[in-house]
């Protein structure tokens, strides 16, 4: 597990955490929704949680603590997943329904 005590793996994390905010503007952008910078902050720090989940998952295992990495992967997994979907919630909150991308005719 040489991979996660390099600094590859902290600069591959770090390219993912850009594309993921840059889609997160497009995303927004293209079905239309309002997101204030309190949204975005919100989506930030669920951001840095699942980021904290991986970079735990990926510094046990590179220690040798795979117990640990599981364990804690399994944990900041389903709090990550909860409030990744509460986050979704509170995103689509005030979003009209069939907004977007919609092809009409002429």
Do not use: C, Y
Not at 28 to 49: H, Y
Request: charged share 10%; aromatic share 16%.
């Amino acid at each position: 597990m040489q991979i996660f005590n390099s600094g590859l793996f902290w600069f591959i994390e770090g390219i993912l955490f850009v594309f993921v905010v840059l889609g997160m503007g497009a995303w927004a952008r293209d079905r239309g929704l309002r997101v204030p910078v309190w949204k975005w902050g919100l989506f930030m720090i669920w951001l840095l949680l699942a980021g904290f989940t991986i970079a735990f998952v990926g510094t046990s295992f590179g220690e040798g603590e795979s117990v640990a990495g599981t364990r804690g992967g399994l944990l900041f997994g389903a709090i990550t997943i909860i409030a990744g979907v509460g986050l979704w919630r509170v995103l689509l909150a005030g979003a009209e329904p069939g907004g977007g991308d919609v092809v009409s005719e002429a």
